[in-house]
């Protein structure tokens, strides 16, 4: 039996049609539980709804464990949608028993607007993404240790093993849970054909402000969790920012040297940018540049911050608080 666990502090309007699809999951037994911060109507009466108050989306999802039944833990957000064949694509990864958990991609889905596909096209980029692409479009199957929890199953057991989710950071409590899983000597499986849809977000303020988090956080944890997060692809954007604003005030100071280092540097970058984009309509190409290299600049400073932060503000205010696990 697989427990889909949604949490969500209201309903943006995903909700039902991310719902519909858990339950289009056919020849699975489960059960779907839904965890707002306040009551919410869903119409399929076979959903299991708690309302947990405003607290952080580990709690939600420690309190969702609790209530399922299923032996598979199925944990995607609400703004998502699970599309044919995703748990029966997933599921035989936990005949081994040491598989814990498997991941799948998020794909944007067609029907987003203009510049929430603009926001996909830029996380399905190499040139954006890097090494962790897979998390965006289908990539090779394989083994991983770090993977986001919106399309993330996890073996009831090993949940219990590792206590759950054991932070309060939001993003990141899924880096912290998945070191734990590995740890303790599991593994974690990437299928690429376990696929669901992910809305992105529908603005780019809203795009880079997602992007400032990740970066605010992957910073941080590259002093609180180096094992999977101090490795080079997520220190690239800091370099961009210091390298590029170190070699433009060269330029602006410097001999001609410098300009022609310079023009060339930022052609490449480019260029590169846009083969990154190339299985992309050309109607997004252009804007999607623009955004990477944006994305590159909010991210770079975000991960800087995040460096040399003393603590994240969720973490010190869990401090005086009961501890998440």
Not at 36 to 58: K, M
Not at 92 to 112: E, Q, Y
């Amino acid at each position: 039996m697989v427990s889909i666990i949604i949490p969500l502090k209201k309903d943006q309007g995903y909700l039902q049609p991310c719902v519909e699809a858990c339950f289009g999951q056919y020849g699975v037994e489960m059960e779907v539980i839904v965890l707002p911060d306040e009551p919410e109507e869903v119409v399929d009466s076979r959903v299991i709804q708690e309302a947990t108050g405003p607290v952080s989306p580990a709690r939600k999802r420690n309190r969702g464990a609790e209530l399922a039944k299923g032996e598979i833990l199925a944990f995607i957000d609400d703004d998502t949608r699970p599309v044919e064949g995703w748990l029966e694509a997933a599921l035989p990864h936990f005949n081994d028993p040491k598989v814990a958990a498997v991941g799948g991609p998020s794909i944007t889905p067609r029907i987003d607007p203009f510049w929430a596909q603009v926001s996909g096209a830029v996380y399905e980029s190499w040139m954006m993404s890097g090494n962790a692409v897979h998390r965006y479009r289908p990539g090779v199957a394989c083994c991983v240790d770090d993977y986001p929890s919106c399309n993330l199953l996890v073996r009831r057991t090993a949940f219990k093993m590792v206590n759950g989710f054991g932070t309060d950071f939001w993003p990141g409590e899924d880096t912290e849970f998945c070191l734990a899983l590995v740890k303790a000597g599991f593994r974690i499986c990437y299928e690429p054909t376990a696929v669901i849809e992910h809305h992105r977000r529908p603005s780019l303020r809203k795009h880079f402000i997602q992007l400032a988090n990740y970066g605010l956080h992957r910073g941080y944890f590259a002093k609180r969790y180096p094992e999977t997060s101090r490795r080079l692809p997520y220190f690239l954007p800091s370099t961009l920012v210091v390298g590029g604003t170190g070699l433009l005030a060269l330029v602006l100071l410097g001999p001609t040297p410098f300009q022609w280092v310079f023009e060339f540097l930022a052609i490449l970058y480019f260029m590169l940018a846009a083969a990154s984009l190339a299985e992309k309509p050309f109607r997004l190409i252009l804007p999607a540049v623009c955004v990477i290299f944006a994305s590159h600049v909010v991210y770079g400073v975000a991960f800087l911050r995040g460096l040399a932060a003393a603590r994240l503000p969720e973490e010190k205010a869990s401090v005086a608080g009961s501890p998440c696990r």
